[in-house]
């Protein structure tokens, strides 16, 4: 796997994350994060939350640049989820822009099923049979608002944007952390196709201040900020060079093009 594969496998995983489960304002209102991996700020994060009509929307850009070997690897998302008042998922368009390569994918409900359609030519549309509504940022963000001791959990089914499959997410509050002067609940999260749990630590509204995700160069974090450090982590930063190693599949046998692999 190329270095540029594996950040972008990274920025899926973190565009799950750090976009969904925000909006509980109803009215428009935004907040920014920065980005880091093991420690070291590489991008930021921002969240857009507000109406359309009767719909509640959450908009959601995040931006990832490594420096390494004095190449510069950016890779960028934009992601918009649609819903009714009342929590259903209507619809999610994530955009994935990774050097000059662009990958848009549009998920809607259509009837009683569940329709995925990417952009990229002769690829078949997916649907799949709904037997419910999904959730859609806000009802989830409630559901986590009203877990309040450890050991409260939820269950709940919605669009997956890591396998753009939907898919039963479960919750749970497993204690506390302290974030300044503030005891905020801290929330694991069980996603299907992910071997780790990714932890949350939301505030009173369920929203989050501070996600945790393992990735392929460590532990992705994000942490709520002001506009001018989510501005300055958008330049990136150049990760040491033990994290890197870390993904390097060693063999006893000279390959002629190690770095393609």
Known sequence: MTIERALSAALILLLLL????????????????????????????HE???????????SESVVMVINRLDTRIETSTYQES????????????????????????EAHRDGDEWVT??????VPD?????????KGPAAVADLLADLSSPG??????????????????????VGFETVGEESLRLVEEYLPGLP??????????????????????GITETVIADE????????GAELPDEIFEATILKTGVRLPTPRRM
């Open 82 to 105: 649609i819903e009714r008042a009342e929590g259903e998922l209507l619809a999610v368009r994530p955009d994935i822009q990774t050097s000059d390569q662009l990958m848009t994918t």
């Open 117 to 122: 359609r990417s952009q990229m030519p002769d």
């Open 196 to 217: 780790a749990p990714l932890t949350r630590v939301i505030d009173p509204n369920g929203r989050n201040v501070i996600t945790r995700m393992p990735g392929p160069f």
């Open 152 to 173: 409260d959990s939820i269950r709940y089914e919605t669009f997956v944007a890591m396998t753009m499959q939907i898919g039963e997410v479960r919750a749970e509050l």
């Open 18 to 45: 750090a976009s969904d489960y925000a909006l509980t304002a109803p009215s428009a209102s935004e907040r920014r994060h920065v980005l880091s991996i093991d420690g070291t700020a590489v991008g930021s994060a």
């Open 126 to 134: 997916w649907r799949r049979a709904l037997s419910g509504p999904l």
């Open 228 to 235: 001018v450090a989510a501005a300055l982590a958008r330049s």
């Open 48 to 58: 857009v939350h507000g109406r359309r009509d009767e719909q509640r929307v959450t």
